[in-house]
């Protein structure tokens, strides 16, 4: 019984659970080799049996707002992309934000809401995005300084992170990477300039990952603004 309810690989599952249930390796995190754990492909509902399935739709970009509230109309957005092989489903995920108060619920994907590989997505306040939201995003103007961030969830059957951005002045949370999507902050993004990924959807944990950019050089891309993932010259499209 103590057997069953260890985890040995300290993927989320536990051995009994991997050997009876999802016939995964209970002494491999990540069975199929995908670079995504046994754990999280079962949270996030892909096969972890099958190193061609998995959830690649990160946050690739976002313009925090600066303060005073209202500021933020028409202009803040959070850019995600999927860097997987295969098209998945967002219908239910949440945008959270993380403010002095704690995550706060800004969006919910409406059912029906799909991003294709080598797609983006824009969620947004204005006219700048796929869908619209109130983000309320803080960034380096606001006062008191700290942490903040924005995070991509899915609240059910069991709720998990997908990916997350963290940025701003001081680590004063003490957050610690945990192997997948959470960012090292970003000290001090500056006012009206963009967070996004040094290269697109490209992610390794580090703060190297991401660099800031005038929002005017950095206009975000919303969905059928396809990339090239196999790099034969025609886009996914």
């Given amino acids: 019984a103590t057997a069953k309810r260890a985890d040995g690989d300290s993927d989320g599952l536990t051995d009994g659970t991997e050997i009876f249930l999802y016939r995964t390796d209970p002494g491999v995190a990540d069975t199929d080799g995908d670079g995504h754990s046994d754990g999280r492909e079962i949270a996030l509902g892909t096969d972890p049996l099958d190193g061609g399935d998995y959830f690649g739709i990160v946050i690739n970009a976002a313009l925090p707002i600066p303060p005073p509230p209202g500021s933020e109309v028409g202009r803040e957005w959070v850019e995600l992309f999927n860097v997987g092989p295969v098209a998945k489903s967002l219908a239910g995920f949440r945008l959270q934000t993380a403010l002095p108060s704690g995550w706060t619920n800004g969006f919910t994907f409406p059912t029906g809401t799909v991003l294709d590989p080598g797609d983006f997505m824009v969620i947004g306040n204005g006219t700048n995005g796929d869908f619209q939201a109130n983000l309320y995003m803080p960034n380096s103007s606001f006062t008191p300084p700290g942490v903040f961030g924005i995070r991509l ?13 963290f940025y701003g002045f001081t680590n004063q949370y003490n957050f610690s990477l945990d192997g997948f999507g959470e960012e090292l902050p970003i000290l001090r993004p500056r006012t009206n300039w963009v967070i996004r990924r040094t290269w697109i959807g490209y992610d390794t944990d580090h703060a190297g990952d991401w660099k800031n950019v005038s929002a005017v050089s950095w206009i975000p891309h919303t969905q059928g603004d396809f990339l090239d993932l196999d790099g034969d010259g025609l886009s996914n499209a």
Avoid: I, M, Q, W
């Fill in 153 to 165: 969830v899915k609240p059910s059957p069991t709720f998990f992170e997908a990916d997350a951005l």
